[in-house]
């Protein structure tokens, strides 16, 4: 008797499980880049050095983008990937601005209202007068990179270090 009863009990919980389909949920995706230096020329050949001057305007430009990042909402993984984001604010201020670069560059990051904002400020500056490297050039390149590589040097060297002696590890 108390088999059937258990039988019964367990038909009817059964019985009252049904499987509901889930409603489908459509997810759309936007997809936004933007790079620099993407097609670099082949390096199987021979390529002649060349020089350009950069003007750069005496003028400071302020551009906030808010247009790109519209539909972006504010979460853990829109914080992670900020650079991205960073580089196409600072692709559009270019843009708005007809400059092909700018320099001395301030990137402010802010949300408002759940909503990505970021204010790229610098200057304007123009490649100008393009031609062939003279031999004064390179040497004045090279002469920079070695600038570079000082402070580089300097930095590595001013960097704290932690040192472990090999008894300690014993």
């Known amino acids: 008797m108390k088999k059937s009863i258990i039988l019964i009990a367990a038909t009817a919980v059964m019985a009252s499980c049904s499987v509901q389909p889930m409603p489908q949920t459509i997810i759309s995706y936007d997809y936004q880049e933007s790079s620099v230096r993407i097609l670099e020329p082949e390096q199987s050949m021979l390529l002649s050095p060349v020089m350009a001057d950069l003007e750069v305007s005496n003028k400071k430009v302020v551009h906030t983008?808010?247009?790109?990042?519209?539909?972006?909402?504010?979460?853990?993984?829109?914080?992670?990937?900020?650079?991205?984001?960073?580089?196409?604010?600072?692709?559009?201020?270019?843009?708005?601005?007809?400059?092909?670069?700018?320099?001395?560059?301030?990137?402010?990051?802010?949300?408002?209202?759940?909503?990505?904002?970021?204010?790229?400020?610098?200057?304007?500056?123009?490649?100008?007068?393009?031609?062939?490297?003279?031999?004064?050039?390179?040497?004045?390149?090279?002469?920079?990179?070695?600038?570079?590589?000082?402070?580089?040097?300097?930095?590595?060297?001013?960097a704290p270090t932690e040192r472990i002696d090999r008894r300690e590890r014993r």
Do not use: C, W
């Open 65 to 158: 983008e808010r247009d790109a990042f519209a539909n972006i909402e504010i979460a853990p993984d829109v914080i992670k990937n900020i650079s991205e984001f960073k580089k196409i604010a600072l692709s559009r201020a270019a843009k708005a601005h007809n400059a092909d670069v700018l320099v001395g560059t301030i990137i402010d990051v802010v949300t408002k209202n759940q909503r990505l904002e970021i204010t790229v400020s610098g200057y304007p500056a123009y490649y100008r007068n393009f031609r062939s490297a003279t031999m004064a050039d390179t040497e004045l390149v090279k002469a920079a990179l070695s600038v570079k590589n000082r402070q580089l040097e300097n930095d590595i060297i001013a």
